[in-house]
């Protein structure tokens, strides 16, 4: 059958059936916002929640008209009406049809990884690093999306940063200096005034003698 994966976590891309629905079958980009919207909401939301999230300022004439036409566009960009479904008055995204939505392969493989790190399970931290190769940028980077997304968006920031500092401590542990430097650094191109970051990788050059390599991230 036709599928869908959704990458959203950087810059967003949209594959049906393997196809990259290009930018000028939305119409706008409220369309595909609607779209993530919705999949962040497995369980649906109803119009009026779209409405508060989308258009806050609207009257009700006003939000049933924007709705109705951004939810046309959604399901004409997508090729398939039948994929955002209406029940009890909630529209969602058909998990059927949903082969990947990288935010919640991201949530899930993450927790998975530090589970499995804590445990000192054999290969939690190769784990962890593949579950942080799905973290792409940040959530919607780009987008012109409303400020329903920005606690997403620092929700996943930090799991992502968090994550890091825990693979790049379990990778120091096991004598990994240069691996465990290398995820510190991912956090300092994040965020380049992360004291903890910032020491440990410190650590990280001098435990392999690097003494003038830790002198000058100092």
């Not at 994966?5 to 079958?25: H, I, K, N």
């Not at 530090?114 to 792409?136: D, T, V």
């Not at 435990?207 to 390599?213: F, K, L, P, T």
Request: glycine share 6%; aromatic share 8%.
């Amino acid at each position: 059958g036709v599928r869908l994966r959704v990458l959203a976590l950087g810059p967003l891309q949209v594959f049906v059936d393997g196809e990259l629905v290009e930018s000028m079958a939305w119409g706008s980009a409220r369309p595909r916002e609607l779209l993530v919207f919705l999949l962040m909401h497995p369980e649906g939301r109803t119009k009026e929640q779209v409405g508060l999230a989308f258009w806050p300022d609207a009257s009700s004439a006003q939000l049933r008209n924007s709705f109705h036409v951004t939810l046309h566009r959604l399901r004409r960009a997508l090729g398939n009406p039948e994929w955002i479904t209406l029940a009890h008055d909630r529209y969602r995204v058909d998990p059927a049809i949903l082969e990947e939505f990288d935010v919640h392969a991201f949530e899930r493989d993450v927790a998975a990884a530090r589970k499995s790190l804590k445990r000192q399970e054999e290969g939690a931290s190769a784990k962890l690093e593949q579950a942080l190769s799905l973290f792409r940028g940040d959530f919607l980077d780009g987008e012109p999306v409303g400020d329903w997304h920005l606690e997403h968006r620092d929700r996943l920031q930090r799991l992502y940063v968090d994550s890091l500092m825990e693979l790049g401590a379990r990778l120091a542990k096991e004598d990994r200096h240069a691996k465990a430097a290398e995820a510190y650094r991912r956090v300092l191109a994040r965020d380049e005034l992360h004291e903890e970051a910032l020491l440990a990788l410190m650590k990280c050059h001098a435990a392999v003698g690097e003494r003038s390599q830790a002198l000058r991230v100092y």
